[in-house]
C-alpha cells in the first residue's frame, strides 16, 4: 500500500505511472451487473437487509457450488458479507481464541497474520517451493501442528503466487483433522485447471469467495463465508453487531453476477491468459526468475535477488526511478522476501510499457549485461 500511495501522489504530481502492482481487475463491471443495482436503486433498495443476506442471493450462491463444484450447501450456511475481508474476520472470530493457532502458508497474502494478530490467535508459517509448484506439504503442515492448532488456512488459487491446489493436495489437508480456512477469492479466474473447493473434501471448513475479482465489483463489497452449522449462531450474532447487513442495492447485483455475469467471465480470463503469457516470456527475458508458472488468479511473483535482496527498496525504486508500479515481495512473507510480485490485471500495452521502462532502468544502472558486440571474422548487414 505505501508502493500504491506514493504511485497516486506521483500521478497528482503529473507523472505517468505503470500499475503493475495493483491486485484489482481493470475491466468494468459487467453491464448486466451495473444495470441490476441500478434497477435496486430505482426500487428503493436502501434499506436495512438480514444480517446474513437476502434470501434469494444465498439461494443463488448455494446453487452456484452445486452448478460448479457438484458440493451440496444449505443456503442456512451461507452468510453474506461486506466483502470477503469481513468473512475471513467473522470466520476466525467464531474459531479461535486467544492463544489458538492458524498454519499459514509462506509466501502468504499479506493481510492474514495482521487478522490473527488482532485476534489474539498465533499464525505459525509453514514454507512453500515455488519448484514443487507451491504445494502445502501435509508432512511438513504436521510437524508443527500442536494442542492449540485449530486450523489451516488455505488459499488457492494464491496470492501472490498464482498456484492452484490440485485435488489430491486439498484432499491430504482434509485428513489433518484440522479445520480448513479456504480463500477462494481467485476461484474462477484459472488457466487450463480446475481449481475445486475444499467442500468437495470437507464440511469442517469455512470457505470464504465473493464477487470482487471474478466479476470486477472491487468497489462493490460484496462476499460471503460458508460456515459449518455450529458456528452459525455466533457468526450471525457478530454480523448483526459488527456490520449490521451488507448493503441492499448490492445484493441484488451480486445476484445478478451469479445468474448472468459468466460470459463475461470467459472473456476476462481469456485475457487474462494472453497477459500471463506475455508477462512471463517478458520477465524472464530481463532476466527474472520465475520457477513456478503460474496458473490462477493474476499474479506472478518474480525472483529479482540477481539485483537486489532487499524488495521494498528495489520497488520503491522502480517507482521513482521508472514510475512503475509493483509490489515487494517482503509484504507476503520471509520466503518472498527479495521478490516482486507483478500483477496482469491491466491492459497488455500498459504490461509491454511498463516491462520496457524496467529494462531500460536496469540497463541504465548498468544491471543488465550489454548485449555482444561483433567480433572479427564476423559480418553485419
Known amino acids: 500500500m505505501e508502493v500504491l500511495e506514493r504511485a497516486d501522489e506521483l500521478a497528482r504530481n503529473g507523472t505517468e505511472v505503470i500499475h503493475l502492482e495493483v491486485g484489482e481487475p481493470d475491466f468494468p463491471t459487467p453491464k448486466a451487473v451495473v444495470e441490476a443495482g441500478m434497477e435496486a436503486l430505482r426500487r428503493g433498495r436502501t434499506k436495512y437487509t438480514p444480517s446474513v443476506g437476502h434470501a434469494p442471493l444465498r439461494e443463488a450462491i448455494a446453487a452456484f457450488y452445486q452448478r460448479e463444484y457438484g458440493v451440496e450447501v444449505s443456503p442456512e450456511q451461507v452468510v453474506v458479507t461486506a466483502g470477503t475481508s469481513p468473512a475471513l474476520l467473522l470466520s476466525l472470530a467464531a474459531l479461535l481464541e486467544p492463544g489458538d493457532e492458524v498454519l499459514l502458508p509462506n509466501p502468504h497474502y499479506a493481510c492474514y497474520p495482521n487478522f490473527l494478530r488482532f485476534l489474539g490467535a498465533v499464525p505459525r508459517f509453514f514454507p512453500l517451493e515455488a519448484r514443487e509448484g507451491y504445494l502445502y506439504d501435509p508432512q511438513r503442515i504436521a510437524s508443527q501442528m500442536g494442542p492449540r492448532t485449530k486450523a489451516v488456512l488455505v ?6 503466487t498464482g498456484a492452484v491446489l490440485p485435488p489430491e ?20 479466474l484459472t488457466y487450463g485447471v480446475r481449481s475445486p473447493t475444499v467442500l468437495e473434501f470437507t464440511d469442517r471448513a469455512f470457505v ?43 445484493q441484488w447485483a451480486g445476484l445478478a453476477a451469479l445468474q448472468q455475469g459468466e460470459p463475461e467471465v470467459a472473456r476476462m480470463v481469456a485475457e487474462y491468459d494472453r497477459r500471463r503469457r506475455f508477462l512471463l516470456g517478458r520477465l524472464r527475458e530481463i532476466g527474472f526468475g520465475v520457477e513456478y508458472e503460474p496458473q490462477g488468479a493474476f499474479y506472478i511473483l518474480a525472483d529479482a535477488r540477481r539485483w537486489s535482496r532487499d524488495s521494498l527498496s528495489l520497488a520503491h525504486r522502480l517507482l521513482e526511478e521508472a514510475h512503475v508500479g509493483v509490489t515487494p515481495g517482503v509484504d507476503f512473507g520471509s520466503r518472498a522476501e527479495g521478490f516482486l510480485r507483478f500483477s496482469y490485471a491491466n491492459s497488455l500495452e500498459n504490461i509491454a510499457e511498463g516491462l520496457r521502462r524496467i529494462e531500460a532502468w536496469l540497463q541504465r544502472q548498468s544491471l543488465l ?13
Open 369 to 381: 549485461p550489454e548485449p555482444p558486440s561483433c567480433g572479427a571474422g564476423c559480418s553485419s548487414s
Open 208 to 250: 470464504l469467495n465473493g464477487f470482487s475479482k471474478r466479476y470486477a465489483m472491487t468497489g462493490w463489497r460484496l462476499g460471503w463465508v460458508i460456515a459449518p452449522r455450529e458456528f452459525l449462531r455466533p457468526l450471525r450474532i457478530m454480523a448483526q453487531n459488527f456490520f449490521i447487513s451488507p448493503a441492499d442495492f448490492v
Open 169 to 188: 493436495n486439498l484432499a491430504a489437508l482434509a485428513e489433518l483433522g484440522l479445520f480448513l480456512i479456504s480463500d477462494e477469492i481467485y476461484h474462477g
Open 155 to 160: 488459499n488457492s488459487p494464491a496470492n501472490p
